[in-house]
């Protein structure tokens, strides 16, 4: 199997009038197809900047970045991008929130409206169609954020700590919410976060990103053992605690 993208020697600074701030450094690493990566590094080292990267909206100064052996650009309908704002529009019902991409992307055709509506049914938010974002728990509002997302059937998923304005039980139940729906979807997908636990849990790997400017310190492949294994499961697992240590040992051998 081919990976779907691929991230070789890729380094970015930013110039600004006080000066020059290297944020990436030769980073290089691949995804295949149907996995779920997560990023973890110290604050600032350059995890948004790499996100940015795979998502077109910067250039890479050296090295180069390819979805399905084709350069990422911005605007591209093949990169979906989740932040830690849902960004869901008060004054649009949710339905007419998760129309919002094909609506501007004039693509409002039949086959693709039954797709929304199927979403909307499987993922349990049919019975909000009508409702305003405001009516809704937070966690209501990620998954309505997210089947927005996969609503213009996207190669790839890229997430940005988008649990982290939640609370923390919340967070537990949302972060397997979406999990669970990312793995249904069969997307690629790519979470940036501060919080190893999570990175485990909802994760095939974990890279583990060096301070500022990131390079990539590890890659720890993620074998939990458990049938039917969910990111809440994934948490009781018996090995789950050996890849926590392991994980914070790195994060604090640089820090
Ligand atoms: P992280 O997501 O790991 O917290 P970022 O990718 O946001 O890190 O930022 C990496 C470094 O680049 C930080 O030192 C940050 O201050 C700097 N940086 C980010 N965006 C800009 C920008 N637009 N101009 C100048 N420096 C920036």
Request: charged content about 25%; hydrophobic content about 40%; proline content about 6%.
């Amino acid at each position: 199997m081919n990976p779907i993208l691929k991230v070789r020697d890729v380094c970015l600074s930013y110039h600004t009038l006080s000066g020059e701030t290297p944020a990436l450094s030769h980073i290089s690493f691949d995804l295949m197809p149907g996995e779920f990566l997560s990023i973890v590094g110290p604050s600032g080292c350059g995890k948004s900047t790499l996100l940015n990267l795979i998502a077109g909206l910067l250039a890479p100064e050296c090295g180069s970045i390819t979805l399905d052996e084709k350069p990422v650009s911005a605007g591209s309908t093949a990169v979906g991008y989740m932040l830690q704002k849902d960004h869901l529009l008060e004054w649009r019902s949710i339905y007419k929130n998760i129309l919002l991409g094909l609506e501007i992307r004039k693509e409002l055709t039949p086959e693709k409206l039954s797709h929304a509506e199927e979403l909307l049914r499987i993922y349990g938010l049919d019975r909000f169609r009508d409702a305003r974002p405001s009516q809704l728990s937070g966690g209501m509002r990620q998954r309505a954020a997210l089947i927005r997302t996969l609503v213009l059937k996207p190669e790839l998923l890229l997430l940005d700590e988008p649990f982290s304005a939640l609370d923390y039980q919340t967070r537990l139940n949302v972060s397997d919410d979406i999990g669970k729906i990312l793995r249904n979807s069969g997307k690629p997908a790519i979470l940036v976060t501060h919080d190893i636990s999570e990175a485990i849990s909802m994760a095939d790997r974990v890279l583990i990103l060096s301070p500022r400017p990131a390079t990539v310190q590890k890659i720890v492949d993620i074998h939990l053992n458990i049938n039917n294994r969910t990111p809440l499961s994934s948490r009781n697992a018996p090995d789950f605690k050996k890849y926590f240590n392991l994980i914070w040992k790195e994060l604090n051998e640089n820090a």
